[in-house]
Structure formats: structure tokens, C-alpha cells
């Protein structure tokens, strides 16, 4: 989604700011998802764009949507922006401002000095999952005002971006830094759609790098009326057979579940399913339930990595009894036990991959500790990226982290207001916070 230029694209007549004139009705939030709505897909992001350029008279309006790793973002649609020299290519995060706004959720405000253009930059986030950015460059810093609207529309541009995904491939193909294996695309498929979920009580973000080979892991949450529903599995052997094994432990957990299933009958079903269909395959799993009324919180570990809690600044390994495998015979029952989880503590749980034996001189404990300001959707990524940096950027095995934050069940509402941060371009930022905005 890019539009720049003066005028002449077609687009509405809408007044612009720099013709000194009346601005029109006020860029709202129902008029961008409105306007999106009448328009296909694929274009529904560019009629947005041109709004909002026509509305605040920016030289240019782009939309950049970020990658599977999150560690980059590509920009949809035509190629040029406005003095960006910036063609259709993968923008990488680091150092930049776009990773300042993706980091702290704050826009940022860039001024070129010598009568260059303003570059604005807004993060487009659901409940705290960080789909892309919203990026501007108009002829003069924007006041409060002209923030709040941009914010409202970088709001807005969340909500298009899921309600039109499914319908189109322009967004996966923006997602992907290299071409996936066929095992890849599967497993990415077994994910939930979002990577990340704010709510009153918790916040929750998973990440996922694949081996070289693709080893079968996946995570998944799921939010009921009065619980919150985490699994983190690994399937044995790598590549296809790995994604297909893991698609058959997802799906039967995702059945159980969504029947109503306890914890207890999830597992039975799923350790069901891989040993009449897995061909001798094995996964190993756990599943974690939290009630969203008293935070009592249950799981079962069937041959997984243990779980790792932060609690008052210390990291302490969960040392749960353990289960077999999903699929190893004969059957076998799985034992429910009780998590003492309270609020201010984080969760963290992992895969095998994120203990492989070239990471040894990484201190997983030590890293928690470190990242414990930071957001789980970035605590997630900079633990993955660690494991990554320490096998030389080449692993043996899937490295997958499912990172928690208990916030409590006193929480009974979030802020999800987008316009007194966006007001105040220039506010410190506050990653540690305990309810972020978005």
C-alpha cells in the first residue's frame, strides 16, 4: 500500500490541508473500515492510503507489513516512495526507526531539517500483535491532532489487515523473508494467526524458527469465556513428515478442545490420534490451562521440556512429573497437575531446540532475566534470535518459545486507547508496562 504524488491518481476529492481549505468529514475510524469494506482485498489497504494522503495532504501514505521472524518489513505496493530511494524490497529492523516503533509502540516523528519532508511512522498492532507500520512523509510536523487521526487509522489498518488476509495471498507473500520448504508452509499453517494476544489478566506471544530441516514444532492458544489455553509440542524427525505428524497432534487437540474437552481427555485424544495414525511417530507436548476467574492454573507435560518461570526478578525451572509422549505405545493416562502461577510472573515455555548443545555457553536463565522489561512478543523474538546468533545462524532442530505474562484476574479491563500515546510522539516509552495499549 503505497500512494504518492500530488493528485491525479483517482482517487476521492476530499481537500486536502495544504489547500487551506475544509478537510471534509474527519478521518475516522468506521470511515476507514467502511471504506475498505467496498473495495476488493487486494486494494482494500491503497483506498485507505489515498484517503489518508488526500486527508492530511502527504506527499506519501505506505503500509509495510512485517515478516514471519518479525525481524523485517516489506512494503506493499508500489515501489518509490516519496525521497525514501527505498524500492520493493525487504527492509531489515535493526538500528532503524521502524524497529523503535515496532519496540516500544509509540510512533515516531522524523524531521529532515532544510525544508525536507516530515516522516511519520505508526505501528499497525491487534492486542499486541505487531502486524506491520503505517508510514508518511508530509510537508510539516503534525500536530496533536493530525497524530490522533493517524493513529486512529493505524488502528483501523489492524483490523483490515485481518479481516481481508484470508482472502488474499498479498499478505503471506509480504511475510516471507525466503521461500519456504513445503514442510515450512505446513507448519506455518498449524500456527494460530496471530503470534500474539493482549488481554486484562494476560498477555501471551509465541516464535518459531525453523531448523534448517524442519524439526515439527508448533505452539497455539486459544481464549474462552473463563480460560486461556496454551500448548507448545514438538513432532519427531524433521521435514514433511515432522509437518504432517504435527498436523495430526494439532488437529486433535484443537478438536478435544473446541468439544469442551479438560486438559486430561485433550491429551488421551491427541496421544490417540498419533498412535493410530502417526505411522510409529511420537510427539511430546505441553498443554497449559489458566482460568481467567481465580488464576488457578493446570497442565500436563507429556515428554516436554520443562517450563521456565520468572518470578521477582529470579528465574526457577518447573519441575512438573512427567508423562509419555503422545503416541507411544501401549496407552497410557496423563496426569493433570496444578502451576502455582501468580500475578507478575512470566511464563516461559520452550522446545528442545532452544536447548541445543551449541547453545550450552547461553545462559537461557540469565536472558529471561535481561529481556524481563520487554514486551513477550519481544522477549519471545530476542530469545529465539540468541539461540539462533549462537548456532551460527544454522539449527539442528526448531527453536520455539511461548512466552506469558499473568497479569491476574483483578484486571478486569485493558487500555486499548490509541490516541494519548500517539498524541505525544516525543513521551518516553514504557515496555515494562503491565497492560501496553495495543
Known amino acids: 500500500m503505497t500512494v504518492s504524488g500530488p493528485d491525479g491518481d483517482g482517487g476521492p476529492t476530499t481537500r486536502s490541508r495544504e489547500d487551506g481549505g475544509d478537510l471534509g468529514r474527519p478521518m475516522t475510524l468506521a470511515g ?103 508510514e508518511l512523509f508530509m510537508p510539516a510536523a503534525p500536530d496533536a491532532e493530525v497524530m490522533r487521526e493517524i493513529g486512529e487509522t493505524a488502528h483501523a489498518l489492524a483490523y483490515i489487515v485481518i479481516a481481508n488476509r484470508s482472502f488474499t495471498d498479498v499478505y503471506q507473500w509480504g511475510r516471507r523473508t525466503i521461500p519456504l520448504s513445503l ?8 500456527l494460530p494467526a496471530s503470534l500474539a494476544c493482549e488481554a486484562a489478566q494476560f498477555t501471551v506471544a509465541g516464535a518459531l524458527e525453523p531448523a534448517d530441516h524442519v524439526g515439527g514444532d508448533t505452539f497455539d492458544y486459544v481464549i474462552d469465556r473463563d480460560t486461556v489455553q496454551l500448548s507448545v509440542t514438538d513432532a519427531m524427525g524433521h521435514d514433511v513428515d515432522a509437518s504432517l505428524l504435527a498436523t495430526l497432534l494439532v488437529g486433535a487437540l484443537r478438536r478435544a478442545r473446541r468439544a469442551g474437552a479438560g486438559l486430561a481427555e485433550q491429551a488421551r485424544q491427541a496421544d490417540r490420534a498419533i498412535r493410530e495414525h502417526g505411522r510409529q511417530g511420537y510427539v511430546t507436548g505441553q498443554l497449559l490451562r489458566i482460568s481467567l476467574l481465580d488464576g488457578r492454573a493446570e497442565f500436563v507435560n507429556a515428554g516436554h521440556p520443562w517450563p521456565l518461570r520468572m518470578r521477582d526478578g529470579q528465574v526457577r525451572e518447573i519441575t512438573p512429573m512427567i508423562d509419555m509422549p503422545f503416541g507411544f505405545h501401549p496407552p497410557h493416562t496423563y496426569r493433570v497437575q496444578s502451576l502455582d502461577l501468580r500475578p507478575g510472573d512470566r511464563l516461559v515455555m520452550l522446545t528442545d531446540g532452544m536447548l541445543e548443545r551449541n547453545a550450552s555457553s547461553l545462559d537461557l536463565s540469565d536472558l529471561i532475566v535481561r529481556t524481563r522489561a520487554l ?18 545462524g544454522s539449527l539442528q532442530d526448531d527453536a520455539t518459545v511461548m512466552c506469558l505474562d499473568w497479569h491476574g484476574v483483578g484486571h478486569s479491563r485493558r487500555n486499548a486507547d490509541t490516541g494519548a500515546d500517539l498524541a505525544d510522539a516525543s513521551a518516553p516509552s514504557r515496555p515494562g508496562r503491565t497492560t501496553p495499549r495495543r
Open 32 to 134: 476507514a473500515l467502511a471504506a475498505a469494506e467496498t473495495a476488493a482485498p487486494v486494494e482494500s489497504l491503497d483506498v485507505v492510503a489515498r484517503m489518508l494522503k488526500e486527508h492530511l495532504g502527504a506527499a506519501s501514505v505506505s503500509f509495510l507489513i512485517t515478516d514471519f521472524t518479525g525481524g523485517s518489513v516489506v512494503r506493499l505496493g508500489t515501489a518509490g516512495s516519496v525521497d525514501t530511494d527505498e524500492p520493493a524490497r525487504r527492509i531489515t529492523l535493526h538500528g532503524t526507526l521502524y524497529d523503535d516503533v515496532m519496540r516500544t509502540q509509540r510512533p515516531g516523528v522524523e524531521d529532515g531539517g532544510g525544508g525536507a519532508l516530515v516522516r511519520i511512522v505508526a505501528p499497525v498492532t491487534n492486542r499486541g500483535d505487531a502486524i506491520g507500520l503505517l
Open 183 to 190: 514442510a515450512a508452509e505446513i507448519q506455518h499453517r498449524l
Open 375 to 392: 514486551h513477550p512478543r519481544e522477549a519471545a523474538r530476542s530469545l529465539i534470535t540468541a539461540i539462533v546468533d549462537a548456532n551460527h
